[in-house]
Each structure stands twice: as C-alpha cells, then as structure tokens.
C-alpha cells in the first residue's frame, strides 16, 4: 500500500541531550522518500500518544491472532537506537513471541540508525513499541502519533495531510482494557456495570469520598474530612436513588475514543470520552477520575 510509505518515517527523533523550543517540530526533506516529521523528547502530545498505544496494543495482538477481511493494513512502530541516534520507524509482517517482544520488516531505510536498512527482519523488546495502527475499511485505528502530528496541523495542511493518507482519521475508536488499571478502564469498566445492571460492579467504579471532596471544593465549601465523608455518603445515596428510579443508561453497541487526558493532579485527571452511538450520532463528555488505593475510580461529570 502507498501508505506504507507515506507514514514509514513520519514520526522520526533524533536523540537530543539538550533539545530547545526550535527542536519540537521540523522536518527532514530525502528525495525519493517520504519526509520525516521530527518532535522533541519533551512533547506531551506525543509522550501521551505512545503511553496510549502501549496500553491498547492487545486490541492490535488480537487482529493479528484473529484477523479481520476488513482490515486490510496492520504495522508497528518501533523505538530503535543506535548510540547516541535513535528514531521511530513502522514495521511491516508484525509478530509477537510469548514475553510481547516485536518483530518484523523494517518498512524504510533508516536516516539516523546506519546500521539497518529497509526489508530487514529485526526484533525489539516489547518497551521498544512506540506506536501501532490498523486500517479497517479504509479507517485509521490506533495510529496514535500520527493523530498526535495531525492535530498540530491547522487548515489547508491539515486537508493536505488527511488526502495524502488515503485514509479516514476521526477521533479513533480505543481499545482500553476494561478493568481500574486506567483512568479510560475505570469508565469502560463502570459503563459495563451499567450494561449488566449491576449495583455492586457499578459502586466499585466510583469514589464517592473523592467526588464529595470535589464538589465541596468547586463549590468553596470546607473540605475537613467529616464535611467530605458526609457529602460523599449524600452522593452515593443520590447515585442509587438515581438510577433505581431511572434505570441504567445502556452503551450496548457504543465505540468509544478517549482523545485526551488532562492532569489535574497527579491522582486526578479529566478524561474526554467521545460516544460512538449505533444510530451513527456521537456525543462527548468529560469525567473526573481518581487514583485510588485499590484502582482508578470514576467521579462525577465535568460541568
């Protein structure tokens, strides 16, 4: 596929001890290969990209155990280094052994690691994998630092880039693993809750202590604990209530993208989770999530 040339290179870094504001984004020009986009050590977007793929790459290990006829392309992108030099290159013919190591054909001839060339079969460990991406029915799933070179484009470029993909680049449908592991596991985990109608699997996604601190902070209220431990019970009273009267909202048939995660603490993050609904509308919203002792847990809405 023309694809694979056009993105072989497109996330490359050369390694930087000390690397400045001018070294965050530009681009190395090769005559008869694609551009290379490079982006400095220090960019979150990109950093937040390859955490991402690295904690939905079983939705990519299934593909290849179980493949799709409608997906038609699957490749990784492997961290390699080659002393002080190092860069971001996809794979073609991915395979995986029993402890998650990668391997496959390297898919362009390497600018800064001399020492390999395009076609050649190479392995890496599984902390090398720096991004994965599967193309179903002429949709891009994963391929989450090309979204994260994507969204620094603008008007015009943008277009540009999105016709040269061939490709159709929506907000990603993300496969997180569905348990308290992630702030994304915890809502997948409590929205499975809702989908069973089970009271108990639902309470355990949620923290209502934290999400009674919260309120009473946004609201300017005194947050000693016996306020907190207080308002946390009326929230959790109110939550039963709710939903013994109104019922569980479904998500059967829901895909779900997470575009962003925001730090507010280093035990609070604000989640945007965008809705793929069966009848082709979607909806967004965003949630508070904390980091508990046993697990993330769910609070309430962004307002």
Same mark, same amino acid.
């Given at each position: 596929?023309?694809?694979?040339?056009?993105?072989?290179?497109?996330?490359?870094?050369?390694?930087?001890?000390?690397?400045?504001?001018? $070294? *965050?984004?530009?681009?190395?020009?090769?005559?008869?290969?694609?551009?290379?986009?490079? =982006?400095?050590? +220090?960019?979150?977007?990109? $950093?937040?990209?390859? +955490? #991402?793929? %690295?904690?939905?790459?079983?939705?990519?290990?299934?593909?290849?155990?179980?493949?799709?006829?409608?997906?038609?392309?699957?490749?990784?992108?492997?961290?390699?280094?080659?002393?002080?030099?190092?860069?971001?290159?996809?794979?073609?013919?991915?395979?995986? $052994?029993?402890?998650?190591?990668?391997?496959?054909?390297?898919?362009?001839?390497?600018?800064?690691?001399?020492?390999?060339?395009?076609?050649?079969?190479?392995? *890496?460990?599984?902390?090398?994998?720096?991004?994965?991406?599967?193309?179903?029915?002429?949709?891009?799933?994963?391929?989450?630092?090309?979204?994260?070179?994507?969204?620094?484009? &603008?008007?015009?470029?943008?277009? $540009?880039?999105?016709?040269?993909?061939?490709? /159709? @680049?929506?907000?990603? *449908?993300?496969?997180?693993?569905?348990?308290?592991?992630?702030?994304?596991?915890?809502?997948?985990?409590?929205?499975?809750?809702?989908?069973?109608?089970?009271?108990?699997?639902?309470?355990?996604? #949620?923290?209502?202590?934290?999400?009674?601190?919260?309120?009473?902070?946004?609201?300017?209220?005194?947050?000693?604990?016996? =306020?907190? +431990?207080?308002?946390?019970?009326?929230?959790?009273?109110?939550? @039963?209530?709710?939903?013994?009267? %109104?019922?569980?909202?479904?998500?059967?048939? =829901?895909?779900?993208? /997470?575009?962003?995660?925001?730090?507010?603490?280093?035990?609070?993050?604000?989640?945007?989770?965008?809705?793929?609904?069966?009848?082709?509308?979607?909806?967004?919203?965003? &949630?508070?999530? &904390?980091?508990? %002792?046993?697990?993330?847990?769910?609070?309430?809405?962004?307002?």
């Amino acid at each position: 596929m023309h694809i694979m040339g056009f993105f072989s290179n497109l996330f490359g870094k050369k390694k930087q001890t000390n690397p400045t504001a001018a $070294d *965050v984004k530009f681009v190395t020009e090769r005559e008869g290969e694609p551009d290379v986009v490079h =982006v400095a050590n +220090e960019d979150e977007r990109m $950093d937040w990209a390859i +955490e #991402k793929a %690295n904690l939905t790459i079983e939705y990519f290990k299934d593909s290849l155990r179980n493949p799709r006829p409608d997906q038609q392309y699957l490749s990784v992108k492997a961290h390699l280094v080659e002393g002080q030099n190092s860069e971001h290159i996809w794979l073609t013919d991915p395979t995986f $052994d029993e402890q998650g190591n990668l391997f496959g054909k390297l898919g362009n001839n390497p600018i800064y690691v001399k020492h390999m060339k395009m076609g050649q079969q190479i392995g *890496v460990d599984a902390d090398q994998i720096s991004d994965w991406m599967i193309i179903e029915n002429g949709r891009l799933i994963g391929g989450y630092t090309i979204r994260a070179i994507r969204d620094g484009m &603008h008007g015009k470029k943008r277009d $540009d880039f999105d016709t040269s993909t061939g490709m /159709f @680049i929506d907000e990603g *449908v993300d496969y997180f693993k569905h348990n308290l592991e992630t702030p994304e596991g915890a809502i997948l985990s409590l929205e499975d809750a809702y989908d069973n109608k089970d009271f108990d699997a639902a309470l355990a996604c #949620k923290n209502f202590y934290e999400e009674g601190r919260l309120m009473a902070e946004s609201k300017g209220m005194p947050t000693e604990e016996g =306020v907190v +431990e207080k308002m946390g019970k009326l929230l959790k009273l109110s939550f @039963i209530q709710y939903h013994q009267e %109104n019922g569980f909202p479904s998500f059967k048939g =829901v895909k779900r993208a /997470f575009p962003n995660r925001q730090k507010v603490t280093d035990d609070l993050y604000i989640i945007t989770e965008v809705c793929f609904n069966p009848d082709q509308t979607k909806s967004m919203q965003k &949630h508070y999530v &904390h980091k508990s %002792n046993n697990g993330w847990k769910v609070l309430n809405l962004v307002e």
